[in-house]
Structure formats: structure tokens, C-alpha cells
């Protein structure tokens, strides 16, 4: 027999599905909702709004960090409706402190984490390219505010490197200031995230090393509804739309998993 809390959980995904099928089939509706983003997933959850506004007529406002700046935010009374994060704990502890809808989270990506080159052939092997001794400066996001930061350091940890390397450590305050630390050539390498590599826009595919999931805590993003929006309809349809075909494709394009 399931379990109440299981019901609830069911019966609330079931509303918001029904919500979400009566909406699409107003002639017109205008709304508005704000949305904080793990800076590693701007790219997408911007053409992910996009389709969404296209198809709703609705206005989706976002505001990109890391995870943890997002989460001090939203802790410290920013009004933001929809927190798309890059782990599941952050999402967590506001559901516990009563700052997000219980039963409104969801895994909505699954992250990879890469060491990436701006150079076309600089990384051909990861543990030969990392104990290069020309590499001056490897860039990670901050591992106490980035989930992918933080799955940088575990990452080197695993493999007996970050000792050593930790001299040549630079942090950027997010995944995407990694990312440009890297690409700017301020850093002759960086672990990003994939998803940063395959964005369109990056005119320098270069070379990479996906780092296998075994290697770090698994990048499960979580999704959920803020206090904030509760009672905002276009929040909830913005979520049940992020659980669709159209926004799953975009998903998958940008290199990510899914859940289901």
C-alpha cells in the first residue's frame, strides 16, 4: 500500500497536470514568474523559457549563480518563485525550513562534470594531461557555494591529484566564471560542465575529458517550488512544462541525463 506521504506527492503532480492541460487551452494568458538558476544551466533554462513563453505568452525572469549564493538568496528573503538548482540538498533544506512546497521537488537534469581545453588536442589523456608540468592554472568552480565545484574536488581527490595540484587551483565564483577562466586562456584547463561545451554559442568546441559519475557525488538538479510562488499559476505551469517533451529535448541536447 503506498505510503501517505507517497499519495500526497501523487495527487500533487496530478493537479498540477490537469492545471497544465486546462491553461494550454485558454485562448490567452499573461504572466509572470522569477526563476533562479544554477549558472550551469543558464543556457538551456533560457531556451527552455523561450519555448515556454512562446507557447503560454507568459514572461520568465532569470537570475543565474551558484547554487549555494542562490540558496543564501532565497534563505535571506529574495523573491524569486522557482529554484532550478544543481544538486538535491540545497532544494532539501528549503523544503525543511519551509521556504519551498513539500512534494513540489523533482530531478529535472542529471549533470555531467568535463576538464576541458580551449585547444583542440591538449587533452588526449586525463591523468597524463593533469600532471603536465606546463599546466599553470587548472580552474574549478568554489566547492563550498558550486555542486560542480565541489564535484571538481572530489573528482581529484579520487584520483590522488589534488595535493599536488592544488598550487595551481583557480576558483571562480560559479561554473560559468570557470568556464571563462578557461576559455579566456587565463587557465590552461578547467572542469566545467559539459553542458557549457556543447552550448551552441561556444565557438571553441576544443578538447575534453568527461569525468566518469563514479568519480564525484551524482549532479542530480533538482527543481522546486518557493513560498514565494505558491500561489502563482504560470510557476506551476512553468514546472509542469520543465517535466515535458519540449523542455526534456533541450535537456538532452545540452549533454544532460535524465531521471525518467
Keep these: ?37 544554477a549558472s550551469n544551466f543558464l543556457a538551456p ?7 515556454f513563453e512562446t507557447q503560454t505568452n507568459d514572461r520568465v525572469l532569470i537570475s543565474a549563480a551558484s547554487t549555494g549564493k542562490l540558496y543564501a538568496q532565497i534563505s535571506n528573503g529574495a ?28 530531478i529535472y537534469a542529471i549533470g555531467r562534470l568535463a576538464l576541458w581545453s580551449p585547444e583542440k588536442n591538449k587533452i588526449i589523456d586525463s591523468l597524463n594531461t593533469l600532471r603536465q608540468h606546463d599546466i599553470r592554472y587548472i580552474a574549478i568552480a568554489n566547492p563550498k557555494t558550486s555542486p560542480y565545484g565541489r564535484a571538481a574536488y572530489e573528482t581529484l ?7 599536488s595540484l592544488k598550487p595551481k587551483i583557480v576558483q571562480g565564483e560559479n561554473i560559468n566564471q570557470a568556464f571563462q577562466f578557461t576559455a579566456s586562456g587565463n587557465a590552461d584547463l578547467g572542469f566545467v560542465a559539459l553542458s557549457q561545451i556543447l552550448n551552441p554559442h561556444n565557438q571553441k568546441p576544443g578538447s575534453r575529458w568527461e569525468v566518469p559519475q563514479k568519480l564525484h557525488t551524482p549532479l542530480d538538479q533538482m527543481a522546486v517550488l518557493l513560498q514565494a510562488g505558491a500561489a ?8 509542469q512544462f520543465l517535466q515535458g517533451p ?6 538532452k541536447s545540452f549533454g544532460y541525463d535524465l531521471k525518467i
Aim: charged content about 10%; hydrophobic content about 55%.
Design 246 to 251: 519540449v523542455a526534456r529535448d533541450i535537456i
Design 1 to 37: 500500500m503506498p505510503s501517505m506521504s507517497t499519495l500526497k506527492a501523487q495527487t500533487w503532480h496530478y493537479c498540477w497536470h490537469v492545471l497544465y492541460l486546462l491553461l494550454l487551452a485558454a485562448p490567452s494568458h499573461a504572466g509572470e514568474i522569477t526563476i533562479a538558476v
Design 45 to 51: 533554462a533560457k531556451n527552455i523559457a523561450a519555448a
Design 157 to 163: 581527490l579520487d584520483m590522488n591529484l589534488w595535493s
Design 79 to 106: 523573491p524569486f518563485e522557482i529554484f532550478l538548482a544543481a544538486d538535491s540538498k540545497h532544494p532539501a533544506l528549503l523544503i525543511a525550513q519551509n521556504l519551498a512546497i513539500q512534494h513540489s521537488s523533482f
Design 232 to 239: 502563482n499559476v504560470t510557476a506551476k505551469l512553468f514546472l
